[in-house]
């Protein structure tokens, strides 16, 4: 991969990195929020069912998570083994879309 490419996928990696950072402190905050007040699973999915705002969250955190961990996979399969090439570069970025649709598709059940 160039060296243009390679800087892509470092800003791609820090940006779903600090989308991830506060995904995950929203997440935390919310739920244990929602516990804490005495809100059962049942209530809290009732609370967010048809949320679009919730969905669009989710769906954000699911494709951050799904690219972050397939480039961060792609950069330690291409150190420790060698896996190089356009090939693998296109099987990381299939790996991290699935990973990513499998998320949105489980916030879709969840808020839809």
Same mark, same amino acid.
């Not at 705002?53 to 955190?61: M, Q």
């Not at 996979?73 to 970025?93: K, P, V, Y």
């Given at each position: 991969?160039?060296t243009r490419?390679q ?18 402190l929203?997440? *935390?905050?919310? =739920? =244990?929020?929602?516990?804490?007040g ?8 009732g ?7 919730w969905?669009?969250?989710y769906?954000?955190?699911? +494709?951050?998570? $799904? +690219?972050?961990?397939?480039i961060g ?9 060698g *896996?190089?090439?356009?090939?693998a570069? =296109?099987?990381? +970025?299939?790996? $991290? *879309?699935?990973?990513a649709g499998?998320? =949105?598709?489980?916030a879709? $059940?969840?808020?839809?």
């Amino acid at each position: 991969m160039s060296t243009r490419g390679q800087t892509h996928l470092w800003v791609v990696q820090r940006v779903t990195a600090m989308i991830l950072a506060v995904a995950v402190l929203v997440h *935390l905050v919310t =739920i =244990i929020g929602a516990v804490r007040g005495g809100l059962s699973a049942a209530e809290i999915l009732g609370r967010t069912r048809g949320n679009g705002a919730w969905f669009a969250f989710y769906a954000v955190f699911a +494709l951050s998570a $799904g +690219l972050h961990g397939a480039i961060g996979l792609r950069n330690m399969a291409a150190e420790t083994i060698g *896996l190089r090439g356009r090939g693998a570069d =296109i099987a990381w +970025l299939a790996i $991290g *879309l699935v990973t990513a649709g499998f998320g =949105i598709r489980a916030a879709y $059940g969840l808020f839809a």
